[in-house]
């Protein structure tokens, strides 16, 4: 394992991860986000870091600080992640899109703080940029890494994200499952390609998780000559 490890099958690659939430204001003071931790993203960078790849974060919303010693750039809404991924990708070898981008935000954020009258409020919501379709239909040699947190059905959701947004490999989990969640310490998924399941991995730290996505990206670029 470690000597895995210190053959560094990912040196001279290009990587940019996404990790956390987006935010999306409402007004001043209220905004809209989810409950990405960010901590999968960011194992997913030191990961990649040990494994000899040239990594930078694009981080959102999250509950831990990202790792010292790896770039970042800090983004709050969809349309910023986008930009800042758009201002990376042509010069990106691997993108690794672990972060959990609102798929709506409001339609206008109100420029005073929204004050209470009537008793019911309609925020109307518009959909956001899907990031991932979008790199997706642009790719030529990059190696793109969908996620997917479901709560049922996994494995027909994560095939049908991995066709649409044209991704090389698609991480799934069950976010209802004990240690999968979340914020959690640990994650369980599976990892799947266009010809359907590659890899299980049982519970087991994030780090670790992490190891073992990029290993299988390793094993997966040293096939081809990208
Ligand atoms: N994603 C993205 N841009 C969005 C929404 C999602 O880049 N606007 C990316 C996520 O970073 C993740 C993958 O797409 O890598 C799957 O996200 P997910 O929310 O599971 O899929 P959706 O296509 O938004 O489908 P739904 O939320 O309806 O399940
Ligand atoms: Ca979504």
Known sequence: REDRISQKPLSGKKMVVTAGGTVERIDPVRYITNDSSGKMGFAIAKAAQRLGADVVLIAGHTQVEPPVGIPVTRVLSAQDMYEAVQAVWS??????????????RPKEAAVQKIKKSDDSLVL????????LETLGK????????GFAAETENVEQHAMDKLK??????LVANDVTALGAGFGSETNIVNIYDASGLV????????????????????????????
């Open 91 to 104: 010069d990106t070898d691997i993108l690794v899109k672990a972060a959990a981008v609102a798929d709506y």
């Open 164 to 169: 649409r947004k044209n991704c090389d490999l």
């Open 199 to 226: 890899r299980s991995v049982p519970k087991m730290a994030k780090d670790e998780v992490a190891l073992q996505i990029l290993e299988l990206v390793g094993e997966r670029l040293a096939g081809t000559d990208r």
């Open 138 to 145: 642009q790719k030529t040699m990059q190696f793109l890494i």
């Open 124 to 131: 109307e919501l518009v959909k956001n940029i899907d990031i």
